[in-house]
């Protein structure tokens, strides 16, 4: 089938941000209340943006300053810390050149988002970003997903969400479009447990055979 609107995430699907966000968090977690956390630990906090997670390692009151930190160390060692997987940014932009329209939906809070987008050169790459701190609900509710398709003018069975979380394949599955689970950097080793999704690519080449083969424009 031939999708009218793809959806994307970010972390983990679009690059390589593991190492970046680990670090920001045991870093905030470690001046603020004088433990480092496992990465294990930081990824069972996944789902909501970064203010919300934050608030859980430090407590409220401390959120703020926190915030503060987290951001700046998150821009100052995004260049070094974070991988690209250009080849898949190259498909996004040929498949919006063919007409299928991409978006980004993102646990990101709309401050770091923005700090990825513009450090690679990707703001004009979607027609539409949604970011976490911009509805009302996290992964795995279908709030992000309901909200693109609320702006195009196609059904849910025109829509495929790609992720790397099981968080990603529920959040589709309940806004009624088909999740594709992206595996070439995921870091949840439940991935292929969860949620069963509509599409599994474990390579970025396997994804670009399925595009020449399903949209042969490209």
Same mark, same amino acid.
């Given at each position: 089938? =031939?999708?009218?609107?793809?959806?994307?995430?970010?972390?983990?699907?679009?690059?390589?941000?593991? =190492?970046?966000?680990?670090?920001?968090?045991?870093?905030?977690?470690?001046?603020?209340?004088?433990?480092?956390?496992?990465?294990?630990?930081?990824?069972?906090?996944?789902?909501?943006?970064? $203010? $919300?997670?934050?608030?859980?390692?430090?407590?409220?009151?401390?959120?703020?300053?926190?915030?503060?930190?987290?951001?700046? !160390?998150?821009?100052?060692?995004?260049?070094?810390?974070?991988?690209?997987?250009?080849?898949?940014?190259?498909?996004?932009?040929?498949?919006?050149?063919?007409?299928?329209?991409?978006?980004?939906?993102?646990?990101?809070?709309? =401050?770091?988002?923005?700090?990825?987008?513009? =450090?690679?050169?990707?703001?004009?790459? !979607?027609?539409?970003?949604?970011?976490?701190?911009?509805?009302?609900?996290?992964?795995?509710?279908?709030?992000?997903?309901?909200?693109?398709?609320?702006?195009?003018?196609?059904?849910?069975?025109?829509?495929?969400? !790609?992720?790397?979380?099981?968080?990603?394949?529920?959040?589709?599955?309940?806004?009624?479009?088909?999740?594709?689970?992206?595996?070439?950097?995921?870091?949840?080793?439940?991935?292929?447990?969860?949620?069963?999704? $509509?599409?599994?690519?474990?390579?970025?080449?396997?994804?670009?055979?399925?595009?020449?083969?399903?949209?042969?424009?490209?």
């Amino acid at each position: 089938m =031939k999708f009218k609107l793809m959806i994307w995430d970010l972390d983990n699907t679009l690059i390589g941000s593991s =190492k970046l966000l680990w670090n920001a968090f045991s870093m905030v977690s470690e001046k603020y209340t004088g433990k480092k956390m496992t990465p294990n630990e930081i990824v069972q906090l996944y789902g909501p943006p970064e $203010d $919300d997670v934050i608030e859980k390692i430090v407590g409220i009151k401390k959120k703020s300053q926190a915030l503060e930190d987290f951001y700046l !160390f998150y821009r100052d060692n995004h260049d070094i810390m974070v991988d690209t997987f250009s080849p898949v940014f190259d498909l996004i932009h040929q498949l919006r050149e063919r007409g299928i329209k991409q978006s980004l939906f993102t646990s990101k809070a709309r =401050k770091s988002a923005d700090i990825t987008l513009e =450090k690679l050169g990707l703001k004009d790459l !979607f027609d539409m970003v949604v970011c976490g701190d911009e509805i009302p609900r996290p992964k795995p509710y279908p709030d992000g997903v309901i909200k693109i398709i609320s702006n195009f003018s196609v059904s849910p069975q025109e829509v495929i969400y !790609f992720g790397d979380s099981p968080l990603d394949i529920q959040s589709a599955h309940q806004a009624g479009v088909k999740g594709a689970l992206v595996l070439w950097d995921s870091i949840h080793q439940d991935a292929l447990n969860g949620e069963k999704p $509509d599409y599994i690519f474990l390579t970025i080449p396997s994804l670009q055979k399925w595009i020449e083969q399903n949209y042969t424009e490209v």
